[in-house]
């Protein structure tokens, strides 16, 4: 009777119960919002030091419309890269978001990461990076700004852990540089990535392609890289999507996918 009893009253705790916001869907071919405006629904902080889950001061936040990345409760940096991961991977898909880079970098960060952020793509999931790992295995395009002076372009591209194809020859040195031009200061900048798993990634700025390679995969000397390959396999098809915090305060006022067809 007990046992009874317990499982009719599950279905009414159940309702009870605040109701989950619905997953979005995808349709290909058509544009699909992944940050709501309201809040972090559908992300997931990991920074390290920290377990997967907690959002250290946070870090990551939404005010006014945008995910804000600050960093407020940190006396000084210390290393503490992390990162928000959207809770679902990706393989044929165009991504584009709106992002600018505001005020001053925290004490303690590193100077190459003044006005320094990035997307992470076919990255690992990150219930299998170690609590102090800096960055997920992961093929990022490296976001940056200018000071307002100097050249510094942006939708470069970084290889934690990885490899890619370009110009035709295996690319092994951890950044390289795009053709974008330079965007100042604190100005919103549309960045764009098209992305057909494992054949080929595109970055584009407003329109133009400023860097495409191919064949993005793991980098077997790289420890991280190595406890993710199975059975030799090293093309990445797909992985998940993450923005970055990395000691320079950011905005990303809209983050959108579009899934594409494989053919």
Request: aromatic share 10%; proline share 7%.
């Given at each position: ?13 159940f ?81 584009r ?38 960055f ?78 191919t ?5 077997p ?43």
């Amino acid at each position: 009777m007990i046992r009874l009893s317990l499982l009719c009253l599950l279905p009414i705790l159940f309702l009870s119960a605040p109701a989950a916001a619905a997953a979005p869907e995808f349709p290909t071919g058509q544009w699909v919002p992944l940050f709501n405006g309201k809040d972090l629904t559908g992300w997931i902080p990991k920074i390290r030091g920290y377990p997967l889950g907690e959002n250290f001061g946070s870090t990551f936040r939404v005010a006014d419309g945008m995910i804000q990345v600050r960093y407020d409760a940190y006396d000084t940096f210390q290393d503490r890269f992390g990162h928000l991961f959207y809770e679902r991977p990706f393989s044929h898909y165009r991504l584009r978001v709106e992002y600018r880079f505001t005020g001053e970098q925290t004490p303690g960060g590193p100077r190459w990461a003044i006005r320094n952020s990035g997307l992470m793509l076919h990255g690992q999931d990150p219930a299998t990076m170690t609590r102090d790992q800096k960055f997920p295995v992961s093929i990022e395009v490296q976001l940056l700004g200018g000071d307002g002076t100097h050249e510094r372009t942006t939708c470069n591209l970084c290889t934690p852990g990885t490899n890619v194809v370009l110009n035709g020859r295996l690319f092994r040195p951890h950044c390289t540089r795009s053709s974008s031009k330079t965007y100042h200061l604190d100005r919103w900048v549309t960045a764009e990535v098209e992305v057909r798993g494992s054949r080929r990634i595109r970055h584009l700025i407003d329109g133009q392609v400023v860097l495409e390679y191919t064949d993005p995969q793991l980098d077997p000397r790289d420890p991280d890289a190595r406890r993710l390959i199975s059975d030799d396999h090293l093309l990445l098809e797909s992985g998940t999507i993450s923005l970055q915090s990395e000691s320079h305060p950011c905005d990303f006022r809209r983050v959108e996918l579009m899934v594409l067809d494989p053919d």
